[in-house]
């Protein structure tokens, strides 16, 4: 959380070969930006600077930081390398790719390419419970394909909700902010802790006693979550009051008519409480979902998505 | 203005601080605020926090160096606060919003403005005795006042920790106004969450700031509210203010704002990090190190990608 609210980069600022445009978002941990290149091509740049340990002010380039803060801005930084290096070595068309990272104005910096699109967040707000079996399915499969690749470097994300779900133009989803990816460090530093997302995260993400109990089933429980999103236009109970008393309604018992069977007790399984009882791989899960006969109508949904949203920005 | 001010936070015997206390003033105008996150609640801290920074930067935007009207101003920032609230559990999904209490107060031309919402509370002080204070907006605490329940009852009270008006409710939060309230050199406002006056004896707040002044007073009540809330302490917060006559030279621990520029303010706010239990300290990172990490990520971004 923050004490005050950092003050972004103004747009025109240059940040090296980068040119800033405009500010995207502000979190607790950094601040995102639109920029250009020196080519001219658009970029997302990340900055480290959590609020709660460094001040930007109105008219400062450099953040102020408290002697007694040093060391925990410093040990951020490690939180923020681990998403960079982690990124670094994925390259996927469904996960965000790493262009650059680098060291200026006293903190650091990790370069993105500019999307596209919308987040699937934005989607369901859009289309309220009118998200089709279709849909889902082509996204969803697309972005396991990247989640695959993640856990194959031994990365977990830990933080899969909608609105880091990035569609883009042409259809292909992406999966986006690493930084709860982390997992080794957040042990020893509590402070720097991500807030997860209640609803998407998985019931052993609560505990930090139960850290060990974190796997690639972590992921595919949030997986499911954004799913039953998808449906539901709302996120689920979380996790933690489930574990309280279960009020979510299964997939399989709320939308008998609209989905197919076997979506709906794909995503109940992938939001079981035991994480045993979940897919344990995305492998796994994948097969679920392609396995067996699907009624999909014939002409390309997915060239259906691309129209749609194509005319939308149109 | 001069005056001394006292604030401190402690966890009590509970894993999480939900508390947020801070204080702010300019040339001319003081701000103090207290909020208690509701446990139960998801993000109880998280709601505390944001009502505490929502008024704080308001008070910093507006006080130049005076507010133009401080009851409109507690009247506006509380509301939005709750806004903040609730525009933060939808942004995240969050199944319900975060809830705090918050106590608010403004002093400026020597007058002191408050609001509250919860059972954080203020208490103004004369001459060691309690000339207003705030009414709790819990049921228990109206039924004491009406003769129905007595003070004792109320302590083991199963409903004494509900309140009916919050920051972040599904209800519009109903929040009560001070009088305007004029200070003499050594009065004491103190504001406080449950947690600090809930096991304190009736005159223990009374009594002890009567001994002297709250720099020394302060700790005392602290040890013993936290001492007296046993094995399950809650968390306990607190600011106390004394207003100084401006003749009064005693100590060097007073504020006089004379020499502070119109447009500076002072800020004392408990960081997040900080309110953490059982932070420890980190390995740090050299110099060497954070190049290292830059030029491995740059190699990897120049082997990995086509």
Redesign the interface.
């Known amino acids: ?5 950092n003050v972004p980069l103004p747009p025109g600022y240059q940040l090296e070969e980068y040119r800033i445009e405009r500010q995207l978002s502000l979190g607790g941990f950094s601040i995102v930006y639109l920029a250009t290149d020196d080519k001219g091509e658009l970029v997302v740049i990340k900055e480290y600077l959590p609020n ?2 460094a001040l930007r002010t109105a008219g400062h380039t450099l953040p102020s930081i408290a002697e007694e ?1 040093a ?2 801005f ?2 951020g ?2 939180c923020f ?1 681990e998403e ?2 982690a990124l ?4 996927h068309p469904n996960v965000v ?7 200026a104005n006293e903190t ?1 910096y990790m370069v993105m390419r500019y999307e596209r699109g919308r987040t699937l967040q934005e989607q369901i707000h859009l289309r309220k419970g009118e998200i089709r079996e279709g849909f889902i399915r082509a996204v969803f499969a697309r972005l396991l394909n990247g989640l695959r690749e993640v856990h194959a470097h031994k990365l977990l994300h830990l933080d899969i ?1 909608p609105s880091n779900i990035y569609l883009r133009t042409d259809g292909q989803p992406v999966l986006i902010d690493f930084g709860a990816a982390r997992q080794t460090l957040q042990n ?4 720097l802790k991500p ?1 997860y ?4 995260a998985a019931p052993e993400q609560y505990n930090n006693a139960r850290h060990e109990l974190l796997g690639p089933w972590t992921d595919i429980y949030s997986i499911g979550a954004s799913m039953y ?1 998808c449906m539901a236009a ?2 689920p ?2 996790a933690d ?1 489930r574990l309280e008393r279960d009020q979510l309604v299964p997939a399989i018992r709320r939308w008998p008519d609209k989905y197919s069977r076997q979506l709906l007790e794909t995503v109940d399984v992938c939001m079981r409480l035991n994480y045993l009882e979940r897919p344990q791989s995305v492998f796994a899960l994948q097969k679920m979902l392609t396995g067996k006969a699907r009624s999909l109508p014939k002409t390309g949904l997915f060239g259906g998505l691309r129209k749609r949203v194509l005319a939308l920005i149109k | 203005m001069k005056f001394t001010i006292y604030q401190e936070s402690r966890p009590g015997k509970r894993p999480a601080n939900e508390d947020r206390i801070a204080y702010t003033y300019s040339r001319d105008a003081l701000l103090m605020v207290v909020a208690d996150g509701m446990g139960g609640h998801l993000h109880g801290e998280v709601a505390a926090q944001i009502a505490v920074q929502y008024v704080t930067e308001a008070f910093q935007r507006e006080a130049r160096p005076l507010l133009k009207d401080p009851f409109l101003f507690l009247s506006g920032v509380l509301g939005n606060a709750h806004h903040a609230i609730l525009d933060y559990a939808a942004d995240r999904f969050l199944p319900e919003a975060p809830r705090t209490t918050c106590v608010a107060c403004v002093v400026q031309d020597s007058i002191a403005y408050w609001a509250h919402v919860g059972d954080s509370r203020l208490y103004a002080m004369r001459d060691g005795r309690i000339i207003a204070q705030t009414r709790d907006h819990s049921r228990v605490q109206r039924m004491v006042e009406d003769g129905q329940l007595s003070p004792e009852e109320a302590l083991r009270h199963p409903a004494r920790n509900r309140i009916y008006s919050c920051l972040g409710g599904v209800s519009q939060p109903q929040i009560d106004f001070s009088k305007k309230t004029p200070l003499l050199a050594g009065d004491v406002l103190l504001l406080c969450t449950d947690g600090f006056w809930g096991p304190l004896a009736a005159d223990a707040i009374e009594r002890t700031l009567a001994e002297g002044n709250v720099l020394q007073a302060l700790p005392r009540l602290l040890r013993e509210a936290e001492a007296n809330g046993g094995d399950n302490a809650d968390n306990l917060s607190v600011i106390a203010l004394g207003w100084e006559d401006s003749y009064d030279e005693d100590g060097l621990a007073g504020v006089s704002t004379q020499t502070m520029p119109v447009d500076a303010f002072t800020t004392q706010m408990e960081s997040f990090a900080k309110a953490r239990k059982g932070a420890k300290a980190l390995p740090d990172l050299s110099e060497e190190e954070i190049e290292r990490a830059i030029q491995e990520i740059n190699a990897a971004i120049r082997k990995y990608s086509k």
């Open positions: 959380m923050t004490t005050q609210a709660s340990l803060n060391a925990t410093r040990y930084m490690k390398f960079g290096r670094a070595r994925i390259s790719q790493v262009l650059n990272f680098f060291r650091v909700k020893d530093a509590p402070l807030m997302t209640p609803g998407f999103a709302t996120a109970q979380a009051k």
